[in-house]
């Protein structure tokens, strides 16, 4: 029993720090996002499309979480100023971001010009559904060529999250996935989920993912105005 006990103590202690983040974030009027996925499914082209898109409306900073390398935030920085990368090799976890790596990349960040900020956290759809990170929303991206099986096997981190970004929709004609099946299983594990189809490559669907960010920035703004 001692081993559970241990797993708890870990989750509660992460989870206060977490609240922290989100406190120090609120302060500083900064909306931000977990972005989950599987390596490959999108998550680094979808915040490049997404700062595309928003980046004469909103002062945007990204952190990158990978178990190594600066790959992404090379991808990433020249697009925005202010990128942390938070590599996780040799760390206590390192297949997940976790609450205390965000706080340290946060003191590193402008806060005060931020308005939003994008987490990419480490590829896998098992760590990262554990441990909250501080974020407003976590998001799970989904691509076609991984098989539309993904909410059976990895029910919990689909659950949890508040949209599902299924990517690479021009891969449609060549691959094997239900599109209605898929929503419909995330429909049953969380029936509030947002889905928005998109193809990162062609930049379908990116504009319904943008207005749906802004939408939820301007609700969360609105939100700590009236606890002040
Ligand atoms: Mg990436």
Same mark, same amino acid.
């Given at each position: ?9 870990? #989750?509660?202690?992460? =989870?206060?720090?977490?609240?922290? $983040?989100?406190?120090? !974030?609120?302060?500083?009027?900064? @909306? +931000? ?77 402008? #806060?005060?010009?931020? =308005?939003?900020?994008?987490?990419? $956290?480490?590829?896998? !759809?098992?760590?990262?559904?554990? @441990? +909250? ?96």
């Amino acid at each position: 029993m001692k081993r559970i006990e241990v797993v708890q103590n870990i #989750l509660e202690a992460n =989870d206060s720090i977490a609240a922290q $983040n989100q406190q120090l !974030l609120n302060r500083n009027g900064v @909306f +931000a996002i977990n972005i989950m996925a599987a390596p490959g499914a999108g998550k680094t082209s979808l915040i490049l499309q997404t700062i595309a898109k928003l980046k004469d409306k909103l002062r945007i900073a990204v952190i990158e979480g990978d178990v190594a390398s600066t790959l992404d935030s090379e991808k990433v920085r020249n697009e925005v100023a202010d990128v942390v990368q938070i590599n996780t090799r040799n760390m206590s976890e390192s297949c997940t971001l976790i609450a205390n790596m965000v706080g340290h990349a946060l003191s590193r960040l402008p #806060l005060g010009d931020i =308005d939003l900020l994008l987490i990419e $956290n480490v590829g896998n !759809l098992i760590c990262p559904s554990e @441990f +909250a990170l501080g974020e407003h929303k976590r998001v799970v991206i989904s691509s076609l060529p991984e098989g539309d099986d993904k909410p059976a096997k990895y029910p919990v981190i689909f659950a949890d999250a508040d949209a599902v970004v299924i990517n690479k929709l021009d891969f449609l004609p060549y691959v094997e996935f239900d599109i209605d099946s898929f929503q419909n299983a995330l429909k049953g594990l969380n029936p509030k989920i947002e889905i928005f189809q998109v193809s990162c490559k062609t930049g379908a669907g990116i504009e319904d993912w943008c207005a749906w960010l802004l939408k939820e920035l301007e609700a969360n703004k609105h939100k700590a105005q009236t606890k002040k």
